[in-house]
């Protein structure tokens, strides 16, 4: 008889509710220590894609944390640092911000965000990426 492989049931909205809780305490313990790259790498981990409008908020008010705790001069390495897939969910974020009437400062430091994350290996392809994904953070 063939082994039959279960897939896991997809989290609950409480479950979704409970990671993000746990993710933005995370971060900002590593913000408190100034661990900058290891907090957005954090906050980019297990992006809630299946969750509710008000969970995908609150998650994306994590990223935004940690991404404006770097200065300008430090955003291309943070973003180097960074998985390929942190990366491509960091540029969906980006396209999220900017949907949002958020000030102009803030706008013109997800520009460099942007700007870092073409230039490395992510390339225009990430861009790609971000737009068509069904999936949004």
Same mark, same amino acid.
């Given at each position: 008889?063939?082994?039959?492989?279960?897939?896991?049931?997809?989290?609950?909205?409480?479950?979704?509710?409970? +990671?993000? &809780?746990?993710? #933005? $305490?995370?971060?900002?313990? !590593?913000?408190?220590?100034? =661990?900058?790259?290891?907090?957005?790498?954090?906050?980019?981990?297990?992006?809630?894609?299946?969750?509710?409008?008000?969970?995908?908020?609150?998650?994306?008010?994590?990223?935004?944390?940690?991404?404006?705790?770097? +200065?300008? &001069?430090?955003? #291309? $390495?943070?973003?180097?640092? !960074?998985?390929?897939?942190? =990366?491509?969910?960091?540029?969906?974020?980006?396209?999220?911000?900017?949907?949002?009437?958020?000030?102009?400062?803030?706008?013109?430091?997800?520009?460099?965000?942007?700007?870092?994350?073409?230039?490395?290996?992510?390339?225009?392809?990430?861009?790609?990426?971000?737009?068509?994904?069904?999936?949004?953070?």
């Amino acid at each position: 008889m063939a082994d039959v492989k279960m897939t896991p049931a997809p989290p609950s909205e409480e479950d979704w509710q409970s +990671r993000c &809780a746990r993710c #933005k $305490a995370t971060v900002e313990g !590593l913000l408190k220590n100034r =661990q900058t790259k290891e907090a957005l790498a954090e906050a980019l981990k297990e992006p809630p894609y299946g969750a509710t409008v008000k969970t995908r908020e609150d998650a994306a008010r994590t990223v935004l944390q940690a991404m404006s705790a770097f +200065r300008e &001069a430090e955003i #291309k $390495a943070a973003a180097a640092s !960074l998985s390929e897939e942190a =990366q491509n969910t960091l540029m969906k974020y980006l396209y999220k911000f900017w949907g949002q009437s958020l000030p102009a400062r803030t706008n013109s430091q997800l520009f460099t965000w942007h700007s870092a994350l073409v230039e490395l290996q992510a390339g225009p392809g990430s861009i790609v990426r971000a737009i068509y994904d069904w999936n949004w953070p």
